[in-house]
Nanobody, 124 residues
Framework: QVQLVESGGGLVQAGGSLRLSCAAS????????MGWFRQAPGKEREFVAT????????YYADSVKGRFTISRDNAENTMYLQMNSLKPEDTAVYYC?????????????????WGQGTQVTVSS
């Protein structure tokens, strides 16, 4: 059974940092591109960041560029999202996702596997 499990969410003050992790199991994700998405209350799920199969290529939403860093450890089947300089507008449920393709992607429909999400709340 394929599983993606996010962790590391929580409550943080504006300007603070959090590191999200996404642990994959059930299959080998080392050849899959992966991504992070988020969904705030009353809003649609949106793209945050994506990384290709070996970590050599990344892409970010403009809203997080320069503050967030996506990375992966294929030996551990784990992906990360380092979030710095957090803002109240970053408050959302954060989801990790994987796609059965080596190249990174920004579209929700391009991903085949999803985690259950982890809540990130940034207070002002």
């Amino acid at each position: 059974q394929v599983q993606l499990v996010e962790s590391g969410g929580g409550l943080v003050q504006a300007g603070g940092s959090l590191r999200l992790s996404c642990a994959a199991s059930g299959r080998t994700f080392s050849t899959d591109a992966m991504g992070w998405f988020r969904q705030a209350p009353g809003k649609e799920r949106e793209f945050v960041a994506t990384i290709n199969w070996n970590g050599g290529s990344t892409y970010y939403a403009d809203s997080v560029k320069g503050r967030f860093t996506i990375s992966r450890d294929n030996a551990e089947n784990t992906m990360y999202l380092q979030m710095n300089s957090l803002k109240p507008e970053d408050t959302a449920v954060y989801y990790c996702a994987a796609r059965t393709h080596f190249r990174e992607a920004t579209g929700i429909s391009e991903y085949d596997y999803w985690g259950q999400g982890t809540q990130v709340t940034v207070s002002s």
